[in-house]
């Protein structure tokens, strides 16, 4: 992915003017309503904001424990579940992030947790194989005058190049199936039509006859969960579930101008009163405002609905310059070599740049981890929760007291956070924890939480 074309986070390039529109790499995530199919909530390959986990077709399930907050040891609810495989990859592949909302709990390491899934689709394997057999027999044809392509769709299905599967440097189709039914692979059903210059081929792989393998294969993938996972999972507290649906980003090529002082002052009021928590007036109540902060309204200002963002190998968008994770992230880059430094004049500014070297790497295969989604606070308005199944009976008059307490004391539960930021292998390995290869796997990833100031 350029750092040169694709609008980067790092200061100099915010500071950069472009004319007209700016099309950047990221996709964003936008509420569509609430998700009311039987069908869909069952399905892994349809992304959601709140509900309960959809699981891929998986062997072995993972326990309700991996939803646990590490501070208080109590489930937390589900924030996202994003169907993401990469492009050119035979495994179906889920993103999902738990976040726990108690106030104790809040500012705290562990109460935002984030987990990878993965799972060998078979039939979509055989498929990607003749479309690499009938690529191959095409190069060794001689050459044809190359027919006008239509316009590139992010979501229909590019061929893959070749036999090895590359992270891709973006999403291609793959971001958010709307729904798998009646598709070889979920990968292939993106919103919106296919390419022309894909159409035929895959025209052409639904008209072959499938081999008996291969009718095997198509009845034991899919993302539809094999069996039932642990009945437990049912009694987690959760969220209502909402479809996310995704859009590409666009961007003023000019910064907006700096934040007024009267529009903090209103957003203070508006938010001691009771006001809508979402916008860029609840935004900017902060003691002090920092550039990055600035930059941050202005960037999700630009669609304002967005809940998530996805930019996989991109740069995260960073909420503060304030904590340790930006200063992390975002080090201060040396002055350049031969750089002319005045000796009475102002020292030159201070320069930070995305340095994804700093991640931890992967625990299973030891790989590198690249940045690739992160929520933002519209999410944490538009999930409204809703009472698990067994949560019927009345409150005792201790948890009557208790709650009363957390009122006066102004600690009642709530997300604080400013963004979540979430960072995945760059191989998307699927080993075990001996590094032995597997068909499927369920890895926790890493997190980085900027808390609102």
């Known amino acids: 992915m350029s750092s040169e074309e694709d609008w980067s986070d790092s200061d100099s390039e915010f500071e950069e003017e472009q004319k007209g529109d700016v099309a950047t790499s990221v996709f964003l995530g936008i509420p569509d309503g609430p998700l009311t199919s039987a069908y869909d909530d ?15 077709r998986l062997k072995e399930y993972p326990s309700p424990d991996v939803s646990l907050c590490k501070r208080c040891n109590l489930p937390m609810e589900m924030l996202v579940s994003i169907f993401c495989p990469f492009e050119g990859s035979s495994n179906d592949r889920v993103l999902y992030v738990w976040g726990c909302a108690r106030a104790e ?12 899934s993965l799972c060998h689709n078979a039939k979509y394997a055989a498929k990607l194989e003749r479309q690499r057999a009938r690529k191959a027999a095409q190069s060794s044809a001689p050459e044809k005058p190359a027919a006008p392509k239509s316009g590139t769709n992010p979501f229909s299905r590019a061929v893959p190049a070749s036999d090895q599967v590359v992270a891709p440097s973006g999403l291609g189709d793959l971001l958010f199936a709307a729904n798998s039914s009646n598709c ?7 919103w919106g039509e296919a390419s022309d210059s894909n159409s035929a081929t895959d025209e052409e792989d639904d008209e ?25 999972w049912a009694l987690q507290p959760s969220y209502r579930s909402l479809y996310i649906s995704t859009v590409e980003e666009y961007i003023n090529a000019k910064p907006p101008p700096p934040v007024s002082k009267k529009a903090i002052n209103e957003a203070q009021t508006s938010t001691d009163t009771g006001g809508a928590p979402w916008g860029k007036e609840s935004y900017e109540v902060m003691h002090k405002l920092d550039d990055i902060f600035e930059k941050f309204v202005a960037r999700v200002q630009e669609e304002p609905q967005q809940v998530l963002r996805y930019d996989l190998s991109g740069t995260p968008l960073p ?3 304030r904590d340790a994770v930006y200063k992390r992230l975002f080090p201060v880059q040396p002055i350049a070599p031969g750089t002319a430094v005045p000796i009475n004049g102002p020292t030159p500014p201070v320069k930070h740049a995305y340095d994804p070297s700093v991640l931890d790497p992967c625990p299973r295969c030891g790989g590198s981890r690249v940045f690739e989604a992160q929520l933002v ?11 698990p199944p067994s949560s019927n009976k009345k409150q005792s008059a201790e948890e009557r007291q208790q709650e009363l307490e957390a009122l006066l004391r ?16 760059l191989a998307d390995c699927s080993v075990d924890s001996a590094g032995v290869q597997c068909s499927e796997t369920w890895v926790e990833e890493l997190v980085a939480v900027q808390w609102d100031v």
């Open 42 to 56: 069952a399905d892994a390959a349809v992304s959601r904001a709140g509900g309960l986990p959809p699981f891929l």
């Open 105 to 116: 709990c809040q500012r705290k390491d562990g109460s935002v947790r984030a987990y990878r």
């Open 184 to 190: 070889d692979h979920p990968d292939s059903c993106g």
């Open 208 to 232: 072959e006859e499938e081999s008996p393998e291969e009718e095997l294969a198509e009845e034991d993938s899919g993302t539809q969960a094999r069996g039932e996972p642990n009945p437990d």
């Open 319 to 321: 909420f503060s310059s």
């Open 377 to 387: 606070p519209n999410l944490i308005n538009i999930l409204q929760r809703r009472d």
């Open 410 to 425: 102004g600690k009642t539960d709530g997300m604080e956070w400013g963004t979540v930021m979430v960072f995945s292998c």
